[in-house]
């Protein structure tokens, strides 16, 4: 006997509105073949019971509440469409800036996120979404060739699934060498994209550019990432999180009260003392992983910033100042 419900409609429209009826709550049995029908042809209450078989199966977790003869979604559980606070929409709308100033994969991820989230949130969040951000970011866009753009896309899906990858690496004076690593995370840094790893040939920690990791090759050789390491925190005692080495250095810098406010502001470094100064000025002791790392930054500054101490870094910021007056004078001919 054929069944007696329209064929101009597709199933999965037909799927699609019985999944919103059951989300609303307050159907019976045959209130839902009229919900779902809109005007049409109601289906069959073979039909019916099908479909309803199908989104079981596809693991929607409907019941039947049989005291309200009512069919419902168990608790918890809902398809309705967000809707967005104004803070929560401000803070989607900045986030699809971020992503934009990213840019590469990176920015690519956080887009799809953010749009994800608008598809499912209701139309006024879509309409204010569809503005301007309130927010711009001057972030360093993420640059990757298309090997790279390949690599980073293998080495995520590694650390994902906790695989040992092999490659060959070449290092900032040319020398290549094949490494066998477990990843661990990435860090991003003056839009760059760095892979941080457990080596296995030197037993311990390194950093990897991913512009200079080529042939990279996944294991079926599985690893298990220590429980207490967090990239954040591998990160937080280097100005660009690259930078890292067994012992830390305190150093102290004086800001002038110029940009006194500006310096405390710049949390470069996660282990910092902020010391208060006559004048609006401020001391700022940083424990960091590379001093030279910190000498270069805090160059940035202009005559504003001063190293005080310790002694040994006061006299290699003064020598390095030496060496860039001795470049400005020795090609002082060029600017002629």
Not at 193 to 212: C, Q, S
Not at 237 to 252: M, N
Request: charged share 30%.
């Amino acid at each position: 006997m054929p069944e007696a419900i329209d064929r101009s409609e597709p199933r999965i429209v037909l799927l699609v509105r019985l999944l919103n009826a059951i989300d609303e709550g307050r159907f019976s049995f045959e209130e839902l073949k009229g919900r779902i029908a809109e005007g049409e042809r109601p289906p069959s209450t073979r039909s019916l019971r099908r479909y309803l078989a199908v989104l079981s199966d596809a693991g929607f977790p409907w019941y039947f509440d049989r005291a309200a003869n009512r069919y419902r979604f168990a608790e918890g559980y809902s398809l309705r469409r967000l809707e967005l606070t104004p803070s929560e929409l401000f803070g989607l709308v900045a986030l699809r800036s971020l992503g934009a100033s990213l840019g590469g994969s990176i920015g690519g991820y956080v887009d799809d996120v953010t749009e994800k989230l608008l598809s499912s949130a209701g139309s006024s969040a879509r309409r204010g979404a569809g503005t301007s951000s309130p927010v711009a970011f001057r972030l360093s866009e993420i640059r990757l060739d298309e090997q790279g753009e390949k690599a980073f896309a293998l080495l995520s899906e590694a650390e994902r699934n906790s695989r040992t990858v092999r490659f060959h690496y070449t290092d900032k004076e040319g020398r290549q060498t094949e490494r066998r690593v477990d990843p661990y995370g990435f860090i991003v840094s003056a839009g760059r994209v760095y892979l941080v790893a457990h080596d296995h040939t030197r037993n311990d920690k390194r950093v990897f550019a991913i512009e200079n990791i080529t042939s990279p090759d996944v294991s079926g050789s599985t690893f298990h990432k220590p429980e207490d390491f967090d990239v954040e925190t591998f990160a937080a005692a280097s100005i660009s999180g690259v930078l890292h080495s067994e012992r830390t250095t305190e150093v102290r810098v004086h800001f002038g009260a110029r940009v006194a406010k500006a310096a405390v502001a710049a949390r470069v470094v996660a282990d910092r003392a902020v010391r208060r100064a006559p004048g609006g000025s401020v001391d700022i002791t940083y424990t960091v992983a590379d001093v030279d790392e910190l000498m270069r930054w805090v160059l940035g500054w202009g005559a504003e910033a001063e190293v005080l101490g310790p002694a040994d870094i006061r006299t290699r910021m003064r020598e390095l100042l030496g060496s860039i007056r001795g470049v400005y004078e020795k090609n002082e001919t060029r600017c002629r």
